[in-house]
């Protein structure tokens, strides 16, 4: 049996270690002192156990089970150590199936890689490779060094556990996201975000000595933007599933991505409607608004795609009209902005108050012209055809060029092409990078 690595375990004495024996790959297990009983009954009770809040086995996954006569002998089984059947050896891979890390992910490492803990367990004991399956296909490999066309090389993987945050990070990241939440009911919590972002500039986690090359960032931008191509691709194949507010909540997460220019997202912005009823005011409330680089207040109205439903099936006189939901959804922004010009500078003066915690420090809102960003409906279907005939098309871009001076309409295919512009662009730019 030939020993890769071994590990010992911070506060508590316990060792973990890789082996090889044959083509098996066997995890070594030696709990702290005599405190190893637990894992025990949690193989006889539950049928399995999970070591280090990372590694999870069966009973049958057991090399050998503890002496019983030796467990009824002692408090625990001091000196025992589990040996657990962990992954196999072959084609020049150590492959260790996902069920082992609790993830719908098999996991191979080229054979030239020794196996250690730090591999699948950063800071607190977080599971590297659940983190990084989340964000791929379920029965996706990940494959670690080797020859493999899709590896991540050795050196990538080693920089990435370089980055992944540590203790210090967590904490304070932590102490931000409460004071972000609960900073206006209690004094003296307004720091903490601060902190998080002076010890992030300061941190060597997340750069290393040497700050990134520009090809290396333009790459981080371009999967970026892959990514929110392919979730926002992924929901339209099936839409009819997802309610309004799953796709406002969806889109919001990339407003200030997909629209660089805006810098806040604001929600639920009560304004004052002192039209509807003659001496009296009443609020409307705009689900979500955004601000610009220049305090510029815009509101944007994401609605459910309905695929082909921005003009109604009937024509009128020979030309298409917009459907109910498309005019009722113009009629509606086009009321928002009435309404906030309207307001006034009582009005803005209620937004800064209320919103100031939002906005980058010392930026003001202001009502100026506001305009609309509307998402609404499809033009084209799944495989990239047009769901409107020539005509129709015509009369839609007719529709959007009226509004176009207060209001852009868009559809999730303009949306599409949108990022399909920026990714073509960050190729380019790395493309060229790349040759430099």
Known sequence: MRR?????????FQMIEFSDEGSNIILSYEPEDAGGAWAW?????DGEVTISKVFHFERGDLVEEPDEEQLDDRIGHEGFTYQFRFGRIGDGYRRIEGRMLGIANPVLF?????????????????SIFRRISKLIEPNCEIVIGGEKDDAIPLPVFEGFLKKFPGSTELDRYANARVADVLSEYFDGMKDARQNYETYMSRSKAILGDDPLGTGELLELELEKYLLIRQTIFAWLQDSVVRTEADWQKLIEQFLLLIFPKYVAVLHNVRIADSYATPGTTKHRYI???????????????????HGDKLLANGRYRGNGVPTRELSGAIMQAEKYIFHLSKWGAAGEEALNRKYASDLPQGMRIQVTNPKTILILGRDRDGAGSPLLEPSLQHDFEIIRRKYANVMDIMTYDDLLTRLDNIIASLRKRVKAESVI
Do not use: W
Not at 4 to 12: F, I, L, R
Not at 110 to 126: E, G, M, N, Q, Y
Not at 287 to 305: F, M, Q, S
């Open 4 to 12: 890769v690595q071994s590990c010992v375990e911070g506060e508590a």
């Open 110 to 126: 080229a054979v030239t890689i020794p196996l250690s803990r730090k591999l699948f367990a950063a800071h607190r004991d977080v």
């Open 287 to 305: 689900d979500l608004a955004l601000v610009d680089a220049a305090g510029n207040l815009d509101v944007i109205e994401i609605k459910r795609p």
């Open 41 to 45: 009954h949690k193989l006889k009770t």
